[in-house]
C-alpha cells in the first residue's frame, strides 16, 4: 500500500513538473516577455530592470527553479493584456467553471444512470431504441453546436432564458455563486446541459454495457436462483456493481469537463477560467496560458491519483499483485 | 483475351462475395451513412465546379444581396439556394468550400497522426527497453488530456512562435499538425500492442536469420499484419479531427474567414444569430453534424465487421 502510494505521488508530481516545464518554456521562447510585459516607449534602462528583475540573465535552470518555487505558491507573475496578477484572474473566475462542471457531473448522473438502467433492462423496447439513437448523436453534435441550437431556441426565438453571462451573483466568502438567485439559476440551464449532453451519453453507454455484462454472471443467476424479487436482483445487486466504474470515469471526467468548459464558456460568454484561457491564447498572453495550463494539469492529476487509489481500497485483487497488473485493467 | 481485366474480374466477384461486403449489404445504415460520406466528399472536390457562385471573389458580392433567407422561405431569391450572410455570400457555395477543408484537414491530421503514430508504436514495441519506456510514458500523459486542450496548446504555441505574416498562409499547416500531434497516442498504442505479440512470430525469426535490417522486419514484414486494427481507428479519429478542427476554428484560433471551414462558418454564424437569421448558422452545423455522425456509423459498422469475435 504504501509503496503504491509512492510510485503513485511520484508519477503524479513527474507529470507536474514536465508540465511546469513546458509552461515555463512557453513563458521564456514564445515572444519576448520584456517586450510584451513594458509600455511601447520603454527606456532602454526600464528593459535591462526588468530583465534583471525577472531574473533573465540566470543560467536556464536556476530560473526554472525559481518558476518552479513561484508557481507552487501560487504566483505565476502579471497578464500581459489586464497587468494584474495572474492568480487574482483565475481566483475571480474559479467559481464560475466550477459551479457549471459541478453542475453537469449532477445532470449527467442523475440522467444518465436510469436511462443507462433500462436500456440495458428492456433492451429491446422502442425507448430504449429511440435512448440509443439520441446518444449516437449526442456523441456526433459538436458542443458548440448544441449550445448554438439551444440559444436560437430558448433565447432568441421563445425569449425564455438569458443567452449569455451568468445573472446576478451572491458573494459569500470569495467565492461568488449565482446558484442563489433566480437569474442565476436561468443562467446556468443551457450551459449545463449543453456540457452534460457528451456526459449523459457516455454515462448511458458505460452503464448499459457494464449491467449487460454483470446481469449475466453466477451471483446474479443465483440471486434469481434463490427467489429474489426483479427489483432486488437489478438495483439491490447488479447496479450496485456496475457503479464503481461509473463513479471512476465521472471523476476522471471532471478534467475533461473543466476543459470542455472552454467552448461551452466562449458559446455563452459565461464568465469562467475558459473564457480567460481564451482571450489569453487569442492575445498571446502567456503568463495567464501557462497558469491556466498549470492550473487544469494539477486539478487532472490530484483526480486521476485518487481515482487509482480508491480503486486500490475497493478493489482486493490489485492489492495482491499490483506490480503485475494482471487485472488487465 | 486481356488478362488485366480478367484479374479485375476476379478481385471484383472476390469483393462481391466477402465477409465485409455481405456484412455491408446487410446494414442499411451503414449504406445511408456511406452514400452520406461519399456525397460530401466528392460535392467537396468539386466545390469549384459545383458551387453557384464564388464566395471568395469579393467583386461579385453585393450588399443588397445580404442577409437574404433561403430560397423556399418568403423574401428568399433562388439564384441564392440556402440564402445569404452578412457580406451578401451565398451559403450553400461557402458550405461547399467549407466542407472542402474541413475534410482537407481531417484527412491530412489522420494520415499525420497514423504515420507519426504507427511509426513510434512499432519502434516502441520492436525495439523495448528505455525507448518503449520513454514512447509510451509520453503517450500515457498526452492521453490524459483531453484532445481540444493539447490541441489549443500547441496551436497557441506555433503561433507564438511563426512571424506574423507567416501566420496567415501556415494555419492550415498549423492545424494539421496540432490535431496530429494530439491524436497519435492512439494509433501507437493499437501498434504496439500487435507488434508485441507478432514480433516472436516465426515469420520474423526467418527474416532476422537472413540478415534483413531492422528497419525494413518492421516496414515490410510485422506492419502488414498490425495494420487492420489500424484502419478501424483511423475512421473513428476521422471523425475526432474534423470535431476538433471545427472546434478550434469555432473558437477563432482556426481556419481564418476568409478561408473559412464548416467551423468558422459557424463561428459567423454565430454572430448573426441575435437578429433572427438562423440560416447562415444551421445549414453548416448540419452539415458538421451529418458528416461527423456518417462517418462514426462507418467506424462502428467496420469495427464490428472486422471484430472475429461478433461474427
Redesign the interface.
Same mark, same amino acid.
Given at each position: 500500500m504504501i509503496a503504491f502510494l509512492i510510485r503513485r505521488l511520484l508519477q503524479g508530481a513527474l @507529470?507536474m513538473l514536465?508540465v511546469a516545464f513546458?509552461a515555463f518554456s512557453?513563458f521564456r521562447? @514564445?515572444?519576448d516577455p520584456v517586450t510584451n510585459m513594458l509600455p511601447q516607449d520603454a527606456t532602454l534602462e526600464q528593459r535591462t530592470e526588468l530583465q534583471e528583475r525577472l531574473g533573465l540573465n540566470d543560467p536556464l535552470p536556476l530560473q526554472f527553479g525559481h518558476f518552479v518555487t513561484n508557481a507552487v505558491q501560487g504566483d505565476f507573475g502579471i497578464s500581459y493584456r489586464n497587468q494584474r496578477p495572474v492568480s487574482d484572474l483565475i481566483a475571480e473566475r474559479l467559481p464560475a467553471t466550477m459551479e457549471m462542471v459541478f453542475a453537469a457531473v449532477v445532470l449527467s448522473l442523475v440522467i444518465g444512470i436510469p436511462m443507462g438502467v433500462y436500456t440495458a433492462l428492456r433492451r429491446d423496447s422502442w425507448l430504449s431504441h429511440l435512448f440509443q439513437g439520441v446518444s449516437?448523436?449526442g456523441?456526433? @453534435?459538436?458542443?458548440? !453546436?448544441t449550445g448554438?441550437?439551444l440559444?436560437?431556441v430558448f433565447s !432568441?426565438w421563445l425569449n425564455w432564458l438569458p443567452?449569455f453571462g451568468r445573472g446576478d451573483v451572491v458573494e459569500i466568502g470569495g467565492w461568488s455563486t449565482g446558484l442563489l438567485t433566480v437569474s442565476g439559476i436561468k443562467a446556468l440551464i443551457m450551459p449545463v446541459i449543453t456540457l452534460s449532453l457528451f456526459q449523459i451519453t457516455l454515462i448511458m453507454r458505460l452503464v448499459r454495457a457494464e449491467m449487460l455484462e454483470v446481469l449475466k454472471t453466477d451471483y446474479i443467476r443465483f440471486a434469481r436462483a434463490r427467489g429474489l424479487t426483479n427489483r432486488a436482483v437489478h438495483f439491490g445487486h447488479a447496479l450496485r456493481n456496475t457503479l464503481m466504474p461509473v463513479i471512476t470515469i465521472t471523476g476522471l471526467q471532471i478534467?475533461?469537463l473543466i476543459?470542455?468548459a472552454?467552448?461551452t464558456e466562449?458559446?455563452f460568454q459565461w464568465p469562467g477560467m475558459g473564457l480567460l484561457?481564451?482571450q489569453a491564447?487569442?492575445f @498571446?498572453d502567456?503568463p495567464v496560458?501557462s497558469a491556466y495550463?498549470v492550473m !487544469?494539469?494539477l486539478i487532472?492529476v490530484v483526480i486521476?491519483t485518487i481515482v487509482d487509489m480508491l480503486y486500490f481500497v475497493v478493489d482486493p485483487r490489485l492489492r495482491v499483485d499490483a506490480g503485475k497488473n494482471t487485472t488487465g485493467a | 483475351m486481356s488478362t488485366v481485366t480478367q484479374r479485375l474480374n476476379d478481385d471484383w466477384r472476390r469483393f462481391i462475395d466477402s465477409d465485409l461486403f455481405y456484412s455491408f449489404r446487410r446494414s442499411p445504415i451503414t449504406i445511408v451513412a456511406f452514400v452520406v460520406v461519399v456525397t460530401l466528399i466528392l460535392a467537396a472536390i468539386f466545390a469549384p465546379w459545383i458551387a453557384p457562385h464564388d464566395p471568395f471573389d469579393v467583386s461579385t458580392l453585393s450588399l443588397l444581396n445580404s442577409e437574404l433567407p433561403p430560397a423556399w422561405v418568403a423574401g428568399g431569391d433562388p439564384a441564392f439556394l440556402l440564402g445569404t450572410d452578412g457580406q451578401g455570400r451565398d451559403v450553400l457555395s461557402a458550405l461547399l468550400y467549407g466542407a472542402r477543408i474541413s475534410i482537407l484537414v481531417g484527412l491530412a491530421s489522420v494520415a499525420f497522426a497514423m504515420t507519426l503514430g504507427v511509426c513510434l508504436g512499432l519502434l516502441a514495441a520492436y525495439v523495448g527497453g528505455t525507448v518503449d519506456a520513454l514512447i509510451m510514458r509520453i503517450a500515457d500523459?498526452m492521453i490524459?488530456?483531453?484532445p /481540444?486542450?493539447v490541441a489549443?496548446?500547441i496551436?497557441?504555441?506555433a503561433?507564438?512562435?511563426l512571424p506574423p505574416e507567416m501566420q496567415h498562409d501556415a494555419v492550415i499547416f498549423v492545424l494539421i499538425l496540432a490535431i496530429g500531434l494530439t491524436t497519435w497516442v492512439q494509433y501507437a498504442r493499437t501498434v504496439r500492442g500487435s507488434t508485441l505479440v507478432e514480433k516472436n512470430r516465426e515469420y520474423v525469426l526467418a527474416a532476422r536469420v537472413i540478415g534483413l535490417r531492422s528497419r525494413s522486419i518492421m516496414a515490410r514484414h510485422i506492419l502488414p499484419n498490425v495494420i487492420g486494427p489500424i484502419l478501424v481507428v483511423a475512421t473513428v479519429n476521422l471523425?475526432i479531427a474534423i470535431?476538433i478542427e471545427?472546434?478550434l476554428s469555432?473558437?477563432?484560433?482556426g481556419m481564418p474567414p476568409t478561408e473559412p471551414s464548416l467551423g468558422t462558418l /459557424?463561428r459567423i454564424?454565430?454572430e448573426f444569430?441575435?437578429s433572427?437569421v438562423?440560416w447562415v448558422? /444551421?445549414f453548416p452545423?448540419a452539415v458538421?453534424?451529418l458528416l461527423?455522425?456518417s462517418v462514426?456509423?462507418l467506424g462502428d459498422w467496420l469495427r464490428d465487421a472486422l471484430n472475429p469475435k461478433l461474427r
Open positions: @507529470v514536465t513546458i512557453m521562447f @514564445v515572444g449516437l448523436a456523441i456526433s @453534435v459538436p458542443t458548440f !453546436v448554438i441550437l440559444i436560437l !432568441v443567452s478534467g475533461a476543459a470542455f472552454i467552448i466562449t458559446v484561457f481564451m491564447v487569442s @498571446v502567456i496560458m495550463l !487544469v494539469s487532472f486521476n | 500523459v490524459s488530456f483531453p /481540444i486542450l489549443l496548446l496551436n497557441g504555441v503561433r507564438g512562435v471523425a470535431l471545427a472546434a469555432f473558437l477563432g484560433v /459557424i454564424g454565430n444569430l441575435f433572427g438562423w448558422v /444551421i452545423s458538421l453534424v461527423v455522425l462514426n456509423l
